[in-house]
């Protein structure tokens, strides 16, 4: 792909290093390190987060924010143990997708993965009940999935009869309450929850 120069923005570097876990991204020196041990590359061959870093020094915002393979990244902390310039990939990767999330809020552009929608029905769900809850997951995440509400129960019921139903036999997945085949199933409150509760608000705090 032939890079438009009069379309980079050479502050974009900049805008990654003011924020947390971006400030060591002019350290990189494209060993490849990163992508070599990846072992999300095993199963995605495409997926090089070094290409990443590059384009993102090079000023290509656009198409670094807009990229699906920003949300590829399993955080598994492989390439930032191993990175000799201690970039910090994993939180590098965090930063970028930050800045993508508020693009898009923005409608500057359109994030085509479904993982930012996942993450946040997830933290919901701790926020809500102090624990996971798998059915209050799927409730908050497949009708925000596909735009609709009649189209996300759709893709639910249809996970739900191959994955979920094996969760359900489990006691993980069901209706709230219930005692017998239900039992389990109630997101039972945890101990120490205001703890939790304070961790959220002091994140939201932090965010302001």
């Known amino acids: 792909m032939p890079i438009k120069t009069w379309e980079l923005d050479p502050n974009f ?9 971006g400030e060591h991204l002019t350290a990189c020196y494209q060993c490849s390190t990163c992508t070599l041990g990846c072992p999300i590359t095993e ?9 990443i870093i590059q384009m993102s020094l090079l000023g290509m915002r656009k198409e670094v924010l807009s990229n699906a ?20 990939i994993c939180e590098l990767m965090g930063a970028i997708r930050r800045i993508a999330e508020e693009e898009e809020a923005a409608g500057n552009i359109k994030i085509e993965s479904a993982r930012p929608l996942f993450e946040k029905a997830f933290l919901h769900t701790l926020q809500k009940y102090g624990r996971l809850y798998d059915m209050g997951l799927a409730l908050e995440y ?6 609709s509400k009649i189209k996300g129960m759709k893709a639910m019921m249809k996970d739900y009869k191959d994955f979920g139903m094996r969760m359900f036999k489990k006691g993980k997945m069901g209706p709230l309450g219930g005692g017998g085949v239900f039992k389990g199933m109630r997101p039972e409150k945890i101990k120490e929850r205001e703890v939790l509760k304070k961790i959220f608000e002091k994140v939201e705090e932090k965010e302001k």
């Open 43 to 51: 199963i995605i061959p495409s997926y090089n987060p070094r290409k």
């Open 142 to 147: 497949y009708p925000n999935r596909e735009g």
């Open 13 to 21: 570097k900049y805008e990654i290093m003011n924020e947390p876990g």
């Open 69 to 88: 393979d920003l949300w590829i990244c399993a955080l598994c902390q492989t390439c930032t143990a191993r990175c000799p310039q201690d970039v910090m």
